[in-house]
């Protein structure tokens, strides 16, 4: 079968290729991708080429498909899984393989490292490797692109579970944040920080009393308040509040205030900014965890944490990058029961748009670029579809059907797109 791919080849050397998959093996599954999430990972893969640690070093001679965010049905299954699955499946994958022996490599993954699977592909093979690490995840909810987003929202699953707090007298640390405590989401509207309050209003199992949003963008803050509304944090029993620390003469002070001068006994912060760091590290409550999410890009960046604290106040830091596979099982099931991961995308664009929009994707704003690898579509922002839909009858709809759900991509869009924009 023919596939259309964009490959890496070397540095910001990506190629929107046609060419032939080879039959599956009686170990492999043949797959339909229908959407892809663009990620800052996959940037990095494109600058760093195989200077990045999951990129092989033959890419020039063998060119990986990259993407790893990405959702789709299955179209054959060979014979060792048609046990487990069935053609027509609707799928997720969990790219981090784990692997800690064998040929693929301790770091291999789906988008960075292999030539037949990567989510900017119209067809794609499934390794063996996959399934028999419990990567390939069943996906029973609507439409295709909340699938391609439970990658991301794994991640701020796997944030909260990491977590940890400490009883007096006993070395056995306590995971997970804290049960009705008072928690503090930093330079939070971007497209993760939305993911993590999305994840925190819906979770039946723990939540917090207190949420706590910042930024220093009152646009952003504006629109993470129409998309996740303090009425609806009410009714779910949390008090949460956006908060514009750019407008504060003492942004430590004022936030501790809030918090009813105890502090928070979790933060997270996601902004790879040294005040930011620092001002998660003095709203720290007794016993309080920070959580530094944002991965920063330079390998010498540090900030300052308050070691009085530490030794006095049991204050500590946790990093998480990435969730493993129970939490992107987690987030799939959340979202088969609901939970809408539509306020992360921003644009919506097709295969022809991967190449030039993942090697500028720093200098695109907004949130996740949303890609159909089944059409051809300019990377649009869902704000200017009504604009541009004035001289295109399939945007104008795209539009309208946008403007009825809060301005915010959906299943009903998706279709829409789907059965009529030209393929």
Request: net charge negative; proline share 5%; glycine share 10%.
């Amino acid at each position: 079968m023919k596939t259309k791919a964009v490959r890496l080849y070397g540095k910001k050397d990506l190629r929107l290729e046609e060419f032939e998959l080879p039959q599956i093996k009686e170990n492999e599954i043949l797959a339909k991708v229908v959407s892809d999430s663009l990620c800052m990972s996959s940037y990095k893969a494109s600058s760093q080429g195989t200077d990045h640690k999951r990129v092989p070093d033959d890419v020039a001679e063998n060119p990986i498909i990259i993407g790893h965010e990405f959702a789709g049905e299955l179209v054959e299954v060979g014979a060792k899984w048609a046990d487990k699955f069935k053609a027509g499946d609707k799928f997720s994958i969990q790219p981090a393989l784990y692997y800690e022996d064998g040929p693929v490599g301790v770091l291999s993954a789906p988008g960075y490292s292999y030539q037949h699977i990567g989510g900017d592909a119209t067809y794609v093979i499934i390794p063996n490797e996959v399934m028999e690490k419990n990567c390939l995840l069943a996906y029973k909810g609507e439409g295709y692109y909340p699938a391609s987003l439970a990658e991301p929202l794994s991640c701020v699953i796997g944030a909260m579970h990491a977590n940890y707090h400490t009883t007096p007298g006993s070395y056995v640390h306590k995971m997970e944040i804290v049960e009705g405590g008072k928690m503090a989401i930093l330079a939070g509207v971007g497209p993760m920080g939305l993911a993590a309050i999305n994840y925190v209003l819906r979770r039946e199992d723990r939540k917090p009393s207190l949420v706590v949003v910042t930024d220093v963008d009152q646009t952003r803050l504006d629109r993470a308040a129409t998309i996740l509304p303090i009425e609806f944090a009410q009714s779910r029993g949390i008090d949460l509040r956006y908060i514009n620390t750019g407008k504060m003469k003492n942004p430590v002070e004022e936030l501790k205030a809030i918090s009813g001068g105890t502090g928070y006994d979790d933060v997270f912060v996601f902004a790879p900014v040294k005040p930011v760091v620092e001002q998660g590290d003095a709203i720290l409550a007794f016993d309080g965890c920070l959580n530094f999410f944002a991965g920063p890009g330079d390998p010498t960046f540090s900030a300052s944490f308050n070691f009085y604290n530490v030794h006095y106040a049991y204050t500590h830091v946790v990093g998480t990058s990435g969730g493993n596979t129970a939490d992107m099982v987690e987030a799939l099931e959340m979202m088969s029961k609901g939970l809408d991961p539509a306020g992360l995308v921003t644009h919506i664009g097709g295969l022809d748009a991967v190449a030039e929009a993942t090697n500028h994707l720093p200098e695109i704003p907004g949130g996740k670029k949303l890609i159909y690898t089944h059409i051809n579509f300019p990377l649009t922002a869902i704000s200017e579809f009504e604009e541009k839909g004035k001289t295109d009858p399939v945007l104008k709809n795209l539009a309208d059907i946008c403007k009825k759900n809060k301005g915010l991509w959906s299943v009903e869009a998706e279709s829409y797109l789907l059965s009529n924009y030209s393929k």
